[in-house]
């Protein structure tokens, strides 16, 4: 059972996701609050999962209250489900470390396919709607140009929101071959993971959300 913790300005919406998680099965919405500052005591007591939450709403940026909020419970994992499709926006989500990112308009399968891969091995997950934002390109950009043809193939799928598994699957190699690929293209760029990799990217122009 995944416990989600629901997080968003317009309580109609909350009440929204609450029911949509009630209706399938594996899911537990053990809480909620209209941001993430209000929200804290309970996280830290209820210890969810995934926390699903808009960082971008009316109210304002939550970024930085996301990063206390792994400082303070750094098991929690942070979905975003937001209306921004803004690329700053985007980057600055990935920096302070969140699994997901999905815009408003994905479907309820999108939503719990998300939760359950960010709840479960921590993938870095973009429903479809958000993945139509990437644009590959061909600049050469330091220090991307240290990447293979093959690494920036392999990092382009993780941001289209693809895990090592399906990954391995489309390139017709192991997942033990890809999580190697990873490990590659992590030391070259000088990050700490995959999700500092894809925003790194973004900001030297291998990926473009247009």
Request: proline share 0%; charged share 15%.
């Given at each position: 059972m995944v416990k989600v913790f629901l997080i968003d300005e317009h309580p109609v919406t909350r009440r929204g996701l609450a029911?949509?998680?009630?209706?399938?099965?594996g899911y537990q919405v053990v809480g909620d609050a209209n941001n993430l500052a209000d929200a804290l005591p309970q996280i830290e007591e209820l210890q969810p999962d995934v926390v699903i939450m808009d960082a971008f709403g009316h109210t304002g940026d939550s970024i930085e209250a996301i990063s206390n909020l792994h400082q303070k419970c750094p098991v929690v994992k942070v979905l975003i489900l937001t209306d921004s499709n803004k690329e700053q926006d985007f980057v600055k989500a990935i920096r302070a470390g969140v699994r997901g990112y999905l815009l408003k308009d994905s479907d309820v399968s999108q939503l719990t396919d998300a939760?359950?891969?960010?709840?479960?091995d921590g993938a870095v997950v973009y429903s479809s709607e958000a993945a139509k934002l990437f644009d590959a390109t061909n600049q050469d950009t330091y220090p991307l140009n240290q990447l293979s043809p093959r690494e920036k193939d392999i990092l382009y799928l993780v941001a289209r929101g693809y895990s090592n598994k399906e990954i391995a699957t489309r390139c017709y190699v192991s997942e033990a071959t890809i999580k190697a690929h990873l490990r590659r293209i992590t030391e070259k760029l000088d990050v700490k993971n995959r999700a500092e990799a894809v925003?790194?990217?973004?900001?030297k122009g291998i990926l473009k959300m247009t």
């Open positions: 029911s949509v998680l009630e209706m399938c099965s939760i359950r891969l960010v709840a479960g925003a790194i990217a973004i900001e």
